[in-house]
């Protein structure tokens, strides 16, 4: 192996985007799979990734995201109200195209049909 030199106050930057599709850490890393997060029925235990930084959203270290946590939690209350109360249908036939800066988001928007959930 060759050593990397790597100059004095260089900045060193980690793909999430591939780093998370890295079929050596995620088996099947293209396709959607929630179960990957889910905890064990019987322990109640997180999955254990093939790697500690394996999946980095928000960093890792001393440097990561301070607001994870609170970023997270806004996530799932906002995610819970939204399936409480509306339907979403995808609007078929859109080019969806990642825009990778430091949030990921479709680069030309994401269309969806949303109406009231009937109680």
């Given at each position: 192996?060759?050593p990397?030199?790597?100059p ?8 999430a ?7 050596d850490?995620?088996?099947r ?23 500690s930084?394996?999946y ?45 800066k ?11 049909k ?6």
């Amino acid at each position: 192996e060759h050593p990397i030199r790597i100059p004095k106050d260089a900045s060193i930057l980690v793909d999430a985007y591939t780093l998370h599709r890295r079929s050596d850490l995620w088996p099947r890393p293209l396709e959607f799979d929630y179960t990957r997060w889910m905890r064990d029925l019987k322990t109640n235990l997180k999955p254990k990734l093939a790697h500690s930084f394996a999946y980095l959203p928000f960093a890792a270290g001393p440097r990561s995201c301070i607001g994870q946590n609170f970023a997270l939690l806004e996530a799932k209350l906002m995610l819970a109200m939204f399936v409480e109360k509306c339907n979403f249908d995808m609007v078929p036939g859109q080019r969806i195209v990642p825009d990778v800066k430091i949030t990921m988001r479709p680069k030309y928007g994401l269309l969806a049909k949303i109406s009231r959930r009937e109680r």
